[in-house]
């Protein structure tokens, strides 16, 4: 649909109170930036992070004549989002069999921190969340890459036993944070600020996966990092570049 016939229309994006972030008072960065993506259609879509999305509540999406979109609430600009090419080397697939070793360990790590800890229960990487992603890389090698096996469970099954746009973003999104966290003094907050990502190919419910996550480079709050998802044959199926940020203090 054309950018003009888009402008006399008015979404509404509920974000439902499962797919929250870090906290139970706001949603999943990536879940939230999907939720426009999908609006938006295929291709490669970049979401600008403005302010928390609350959960549960009707926020509207309104759509500019040269095809990008705002999400409101009630005056508050939510997020930004727009159709933009995807530029980001993606690494090469990491073992298999080291991905899953990693991510166990992280599992592990993260319980002992108890369900206290900030992410315990995000959407995305929560290891307390039940119905959840639970997508918890750890690091594998020398270059700051952490990775996980997964298999992407039926918490957010779309067509024909896909995981929805939405669940895709949720689940390149927290990856990205935690290769950053790893680097990061203990116990410095980051949020979410940008995702531009791409669906090269629909995630199947039920078929393992590997999930990686990296750091690209930081200019002074703003840290940047790449995600990407890949098939048992080490090839891409999904990928993102980020920003994110450390708050000020």
């Known amino acids: 649909m054309s950018g003009n016939l888009r402008s006399n229309r008015i979404d509404t994006v509920i974000i439902d109170p499962r ?11 990536g879940w939230v930036a999907g939720s426009l993506a999908r609006l938006l259609g295929a291709g490669s879509v970049s979401v600008t992070l403005r302010a928390p999305a ?18 409101d609430n009630d005056g508050t600009l939510v997020a930004e989002a ?33 369900v206290s800890w900030p992410y315990a229960h995000c959407f995305g990487c929560g290891f307390a969340s039940s119905d959840g992603l639970r997508i918890v890389p750890g690091p594998v090698g020398e270059d700051g890459i952490v990775a996980t096996a997964w298999t992407p469970p039926s918490v957010a099954t779309g067509a024909n036993g896909q995981l929805t ?27 979410t600020a940008r995702m531009t990502a791409l669906i090269d190919h629909p995630l199947q419910i039920g078929r393992q996966y590997t999930v990686i ?16 998802i890949f098939d048992a044959t080490g090839k891409v199926q999904a990928r993102s570049r980020q920003l994110w940020l450390i708050p000020r203090a």
Request: hydrophobic share 40%; proline share 7%; glycine share 12%.
């Open 213 to 228: 996550g990296w750091p690209i480079a930081q200019e002074g709050r703003k840290l940047h990092a790449g995600t990407a």
């Open 54 to 71: 609350p959960l549960g509540v009707p926020m509207f999406v309104r759509w500019q004549h040269d095809g990008t979109a705002t999400l």
């Open 82 to 114: 727009t159709v933009a090419p995807l530029e980001l080397d993606v690494p090469k697939a990491p073992d298999a069999n080291e991905a899953e070793a990693a991510g166990v360990l992280a599992q592990e790590v993260s319980a002992q921190r108890g």
């Open 19 to 29: 797919y929250n972030g870090p906290t139970s008072t706001s949603g999943n960065g």
């Open 165 to 191: 746009v939405e669940a895709t973003w949720a689940a390149l999104d927290c990856s990205g944070g935690i290769a950053w966290i790893h680097r990061l003094e203990a116990g410095t907050a980051i949020v």
